[in-house]
């Protein structure tokens, strides 16, 4: 805990924390201090001048900037003398000299603190006569923001976060004087991932959104507390609506996950709620193929007709379900017991063949908490690069160490965005993570410096796969090594919001909900005393389930949000399984990929539309809540369950989803206890998973690889094609469903295209923009020199773009050699993928 100190704050005494802004002390005891320029996750700078107060000193009264002093002890402030009021006052006398009085037509109007301490605290009429400066207005410095130079008071906020937070200065101040000016260079647009809050913290109208601008104003919203459902970071959000629309997404701080930052895909990405290509009604595909409106009874009479022959006839095994991870824990709740008693399978994976052994993500020993990074002397960070896809703690790093004076150790195939902040940073050819991974522990040559670094403690461990086409036990082993370092904690790193909240409702073959394996013996029988009998045949997961279903083992398949034919890095495989499915019943927001071949599809209520729960990276659980309703006829995951349930003549027993959260405290040993009104706080509920509560304690191995290699890649392939090591990795913006809907950022994906390094292009002849191929897959080059020579990366799910497949070994060659030649698989078959992710049995 802080050291404390007594400050007297206009005649009462107070106690601060030792060392904090005098400004920040004020605010926190109830002293409200106008400003602008000052943010409390920002470096102080005192520019706007509108947050002086008075200070006594030895010398006498002083005027300061109460942002930039710290306190002492023994201080004495004054803040409403009339001094600091008629200083305040001519502060914003010089502030509205240009700035427009054109509240009426400001998207800020009505929230703006501009117009507010100009009601409070400034002139009742203004002295300036003359004209007022004019620019061009307003000027689209992005896809997502608008620029009115006109109001901008020059506060900085926006130039301080892209520097100091997002690492983007892509917005600067320009010219001098009274032509002072925000702008971006030439010819670069301001392309921050994290742009929206730069709106969001603007003091006046001068940067506004584009999704937003001129759709309603403030006392026209409701607002409602919520989480974020677009990464595992579990950011809290301010949901604003009217008229049954959600219209913006604000972050609010919160010390425990995102700091009040969020994502562009985070705060634009709701656009998908109000598509017209919605599912509102239930759709049963026809003789000819295609859907038809139908109602919930005839398409759920359907359903349960055509599951009951199939379990007839083949058994509960012959039924399987993907997905589960996109929605609340109730949802995922409901799908594993309906799985379990209503159907009788264990075959069910909220994984799309994308992530990690499921126990090691659920219940890895040792996980820590974000705040852990606040105190790191060391963080390593071997996982997917996190600028693309966990925004908010991709922040959270950045600041750490940049802010607070933790060494990065970052180990990745190529270049990430946080490569410029870490000390050290090792980029390796995939494939040889193993030896990179042996040889850092050791200590050797390049690593020398970190290893020693590593030694350091508390250290704080981001592990995950850096790639589709790395070996998931390449993390765990990863984890292992981290779990021996001094003071170490880990954060595994997975994708799907609430991929955590559906492992741990047991959405995989090995996990039973409650963070209990599903060969616990015990724990099975707790869960038997609320379910009844489970099913003792081993599940498949995702790759298993699709294999199964090609080859016929596998008779029905249930996806609940789920397309894999997009989201499967072999999505080849996707799209034959589902093409040969006897059976296919999908839950969905709209019409996808792999929903296009269902024969039922049922309409779903998404985010904001449904209360619940959801439980992030580090195992704490926060609450999500409806704030309109859903379109047409669409429903919650769990009643559509329920109701499908009772027509297979085993139901699930809930009546409504307040029922689902008590069972789940009553039958999911990890979260005993828990109930709704405990998740009402900004910090929700932490399990952790050294919980006496919690069964399943998993302890991550690196007994891999058994041989102390991953395999490698030939030398070339013949007929002028040359064998490359993939990288095949997500992008923040793609081609998913949630995006592609969105009015605002479907346009944002990067599109496909092949990245080798320059001295590959020159053995192959091309060089940047020309057409190559990868496994016969068209697509333009670029240059990137923070490869390894040997590897191509490929952005995974682009517009347009068909899967290259997820063999580590691709052949690459000019697109003009392509036609007429015979590329042969590379080695270990194109439908090999990683070694041991079948998915048979578990692990």
């Known amino acids: 805990m802080s050291d404390m100190v007594t400050i007297n704050v206009d005649g009462e005494d107070r106690r601060v924390p030792a060392g904090e802004t005098l400004i920040q002390a004020c605010l926190d005891t109830g002293s409200y201090v106008p400003h602008f320029c000052y943010h409390p996750r920002m470096e102080p700078v005192g520019m706007c001048r509108q947050c002086m107060v008075e200070v006594e000193t030895p010398r006498g009264t002083m005027l300061v900037p109460s942002c930039t002093m710290s306190v002492n002890d023994g201080m004495v402030v004054h803040t409403k003398s009339e001094t600091v009021m008629k200083v305040q006052e001519g502060m914003l006398e010089f502030l509205l000299i240009n700035h427009p009085l054109d509240c009426p037509v400001c998207d800020r109007g009505g929230e703006c603190p501009l117009q507010d301490q100009t009601m409070a605290c400034g002139p009742g009429e203004s002295r300036f006569v003359e004209e007022k400066r004019h620019y061009e207005k307003p000027i689209p410095i992005s896809d997502l923001v608008f620029l009115d130079r006109e109001r901008c008071i020059l506060c900085a906020r926006c130039v301080r976060f892209s520097d100091e937070i997002s690492g983007d200065p892509l917005i600067e101040f320009m010219d001098r004087g009274a032509n002072n000016q925000i702008q971006t260079f030439p010819d670069e647009p301001f392309s921050s991932y994290f742009s929206g809050n730069t709106v969001q913290i603007?003091?006046?109208?001068?940067?506004?959104?584009?999704?937003?601008?001129?759709?309603?104003?403030?006392?026209?919203?409701?607002?409602?507390?919520?989480?974020?459902?677009?990464?595992?970071?579990?950011?809290?959000?301010?949901?604003?609506?009217?008229?049954?629309?959600v219209l913006r997404f604000n972050g609010v701080d919160n010390d425990f996950t995102s700091h009040g930052w969020l994502s562009d895909k985070c705060r634009f990405g709701f656009e998908f709620l109000g598509s017209a290509e919605r599912v509102t009604t239930p759709l049963i595909r026809g003789d000819g193929g295609e859907h038809r409106i139908a109602s919930w009874s005839e398409?759920?009479?359907?359903?349960?007709?055509?599951?009951?022959?199939?379990?007839?006839?083949?058994?509960?095994?012959?039924?399987?379900?993907?997905?589960?991870?996109?929605?609340?824990?109730?949802?995922?709740?409901?799908?594993?017991?309906?799985?379990?008693?209503?159907?009788?399978?264990?075959?069910?994976?909220?994984?799309?063949?994308?992530?990690?052994?499921p126990q090691f993500l659920a219940a890895v020993a040792g996980r820590g908490r974000i705040n852990d990074l606040e105190s790191a002397k060391t963080i390593l960070l071997w996982g997917p690069d996190l600028k693309e896809e966990n925004g908010t703690l991709y922040l959270r790093v950045r600041r750490a160490a940049q802010t607070l004076g933790a060494r990065l150790i970052v180990v990745h195939p190529r270049r990430t965005g946080l490569d410029d902040r870490a000390a050290f940073k090792f980029t390796y050819?995939?494939?040889?993570?193993?030896?990179?991974?042996?040889m850092l522990a050791a200590g050797e040559g390049e690593f020398a410096a970190a290893r020693?670094?590593?030694?350091?403690?508390?250290?704080?461990?981001?592990?995950?796969?850096?790639?589709?086409?790395?070996?998931?036990?390449?993390?765990?082993?990863?984890?292992?090594?981290?779990r021996d370092l001094p003071d170490s904690s880990l954060l595994v790193l997975a994708r799907r919001s609430n991929v955590f909240g559906a492992l741990?409702?047991?959405?995989?073959?090995?996990?039973?909900?409650?963070?209990?394996?599903?060969?616990?013996?015990?724990?099975?029988?707790?869960?038997?005393?609320?379910?009844?009998?489970?099913?003792?045949?081993?599940?498949r997961r995702a790759k298993g389930i699709l294999q199964g279903v090609?080859?016929?083992a596998i008779k029905a398949l249930l996806l609940m949000g789920a397309d894999p034919v997009r989201d499967v890095p072999e999505?080849?495989?996707?799209?034959?399984?589902?093409?040969?499915?006897?059976?296919?019943?999908?839950?969905?927001?709209?019409?996808?990929?792999?929903?296009a071949l269902a024969d039922v599809i049922l309409p779903a209520a998404a985010f904001t539309?449904?209360?619940?729960?959801?439980?992030?990276?580090?195992?704490?659980?926060?609450?999500?809540?409806?704030?309109?309703?859903?379109?047409?006829?669409?429903?919650?995951?769990?009643?559509?369950l329920d109701d499908l349930a009772r027509r297979l003549g085993k139901p699930l027993g809930f009546g409504s989803v307040e029922i689902v959260a008590k069972e789940m405290a009553a039958a999911a040993p990890a979260y005993a206890g828990i109930e709704w009104d405990h998740l009402e706080t900004e910090a929700g509920v932490v399990v952790p998973t050294g919980d006496a509560r919690q069964p399943l304690h998993y302890v991550p191995v690196a007994g891999w690889p058994p041989g102390g290699g991953e395999g490698s890649i030939a030398e070339g392939g013949g007929s002028g094609a040359t064998a490359f090591a993939l990288h095949y990795a997500r992008t923040l913006y793609d081609d998913g469903v949630l995006m592609r809907n969105g009015l605002s950022l479907h346009k944002l994906a990067p599109g496909g295209f092949a990245a080798i390094t320059s001295g590959d292009a020159g053995r192959l002849g091309v060089a940047e923009g020309d057409m190559v191929t990868v496994n016969e897959v068209p697509l333009p080059l670029r240059i990137d020199d923070s490869l390894l020579d040997g590897v191509v990366y490929v952005p995974f799910n682009q517009p347009g773009i068909a899967p290259v497949g997820d063999s580590l070994e691709v052949w690459v060659l000019p697109f003009t050699q392509a036609e007429g030649i015979n590329v042969s698989p590379p080695l270990g078959g194109s439908a090999g993928g990683h070694e041991g992710s079948d998915g048979e049995g578990g692990s």
């Open 609 to 640: 539309e449904k209360d619940g729960s959801v439980t992030n990276l580090e195992g704490r659980v926060q609450k999500v809540n409806q704030v309109v309703a859903p379109p047409g006829q669409a429903r919650a995951d769990w009643s559509i």
């Open 504 to 539: 741990d409702m047991g959405l995989a073959p090995t996990l039973l909900p409650g963070r209990v394996s599903a060969d616990d013996e015990s724990g099975r029988a707790l869960l038997a005393s609320v379910w009844g009998e489970l099913p003792d045949a081993v599940g």
């Open 571 to 595: 999505g080849a495989l996707a799209s034959a399984a589902l093409s040969e499915a006897e059976f296919i019943v999908a839950v969905d927001l709209f019409v996808t990929d792999s929903s």
């Open 202 to 245: 603007c003091p006046v109208g001068a940067l506004t959104a584009a999704p937003y601008r001129f759709r309603a104003r403030p006392w026209d919203l409701q607002k409602a507390a919520s989480t974020c459902t677009h990464c595992t970071t579990g950011c809290d959000i301010s949901v604003d609506s009217s008229q049954n629309q």
């Open 452 to 482: 020693e670094a590593l030694n350091e403690g508390p250290v704080v461990a981001l592990v995950g796969r850096t790639g589709y086409t790395e070996d998931p036990r390449l993390a765990e082993a990863v984890a292992a090594f981290a």
């Open 299 to 357: 398409a759920l009479d359907l359903v349960a007709g055509r599951l009951s022959a199939i379990i007839e006839r083949d058994g509960g095994g012959a039924v399987a379900a993907l997905g589960g991870a996109r929605g609340t824990n109730e949802d995922a709740y409901a799908l594993s017991k309906f799985m379990r008693t209503s159907v009788g399978s264990n075959h069910v994976d909220a994984q799309m063949d994308d992530g990690l052994e």
């Open 429 to 438: 050819r995939p494939g040889a993570g193993a030896e990179t991974l042996r």
């Open 550 to 552: 090609r080859d016929g």
